[in-house]
């Protein structure tokens, strides 16, 4: 039998910290080191044919550990969302702060830097140059393997101009949210829904390297404070120029905007079509990928939801 879980409900604050440590750990899963794939066949044996009991014990980073699921510490189903969350494990409670140990934001950094990042940012005049040849020898290796010259009138510049665009594409790792902010936050005492629609959005998956584009919505309910509009597109803009996938994209976006303003609640919808599965693969061109995060009352109180949703014409 599985063990019982204490499932008694959180108090709003620590729901807010629970909602955003859980969001934290699932983006820095994605960042860490790789995992093993899941061996499904052997899965299936082990798992029973009704429900799903987790009894293993969890490893280091995740994963399946000898053919197993590691077990959930949670389980939330959508609705109802306030009754869903165990008391946080001392493990990853906090005293003062949700953000004191593990910042989920750094000002002073990158917002989730990727190994070589502050490499990049930190570079000599001399380094950067060096950094922009191995890129377009690259390209022009790339090329060369698949069949192409280089050398011909239309590629010669080709690896160039590749090597400049791929390093706008990801610049996004050269940013900071305290600039990206740039103190345009502002007391005002507001507390009706704030939405800002339609963001455009590009950004490059990290499993192809092709692009993904489309929209995102975001909308807060302010608790004192409000953030320049203009803002809210550039928190947008720096996490999507990076290699990325959409679910995590969605998340980063919706805890920076929470981390900045600790608003009573967040909610980040996105919409947009993969290249890697339009051009490629299964081939679909008329497919579109809609992920949301929620925080705070945007997640817990369904009414609130059901008005950003409304107010986004999806209900």
């Known amino acids: ?26 983006i820095s899963a994605s960042n860490g080191p790789r995992r093993q794939p899941l061996d499904l066949d052997s899965l299936s044996r082990s798992l029973p044919k009704t429900s799903y009991h987790p009894t293993t014990t969890s490893h280091a980073h995740g994963g399946a550990l000898n053919g197993t699921l590691e077990p959930l510490h949670e389980e939330r189903p959508r609705d109802p969302r306030d009754d869903a969350h165990p008391l946080t494990p001392p ?12 910042p989920t934001v750094d000002f002073d950094g990158l917002s989730w830097p990727s190994l070589g990042t502050r490499q990049r940012l930190e570079a000599t005049p001399e380094q950067a140059k060096a950094r922009q040849e191995q890129l377009t020898g690259a390209i022009k290796t790339i090329l060369e393997c698949i069949g192409e010259d280089p050398e011909r009138e239309g590629l010669h510049e080709t690896p ?11 610049k996004g790792y050269e940013e900071n949210l305290r600039d990206i902010v740039n103190n345009a936050v502002f007391n005002e005492n507001h507390d009706e829904m704030i939405i800002v629609k339609d963001i455009e959005v ?13 929209k995102m919505h975001i909308g807060y309910i ?36 929470a981390e900045v303003l600790q608003p009573q609640g967040v909610a980040v ?44 014409n999806r209900r």
């Open 1 to 26: 039998m599985p063990a019982s879980r204490n499932t008694s409900a959180l108090s709003p604050s620590n729901k807010v910290e629970k909602e955003k440590q859980d969001i934290y750990d699932s």
């Open 91 to 102: 493990a990853t409670s906090r005293s003062s702060s949700p953000f004191t140990q593990r």
């Open 160 to 170: 160039k101009r590749w090597a400049e665009s791929m390093m706008f594409f990801t």
């Open 202 to 214: 590009f950004s490059l998956c990290e499993h192809h390297l092709v692009p993904f584009t489309g």
């Open 222 to 257: 302010p608790n004192g404070r409000v953030l320049g509009l203009s803002k809210i597109a550039r928190i947008a803009e720096m996490f999507s120029r990076r290699l990325q996938i959409q679910e995590r994209l969605t998340k980063q976006v919706a805890l920076a905007l």
């Open 269 to 312: 919808v996105m919409e947009s079509s993969h290249l890697c599965m339009v051009m490629r693969g299964v081939q679909k061109t008329s497919s579109t990928t809609s992920t949301s995060c929620m925080l705070g009352c945007m997640r817990s109180r369904d009414r609130t939801r059901q008005e950003f949703l409304t107010l986004l």
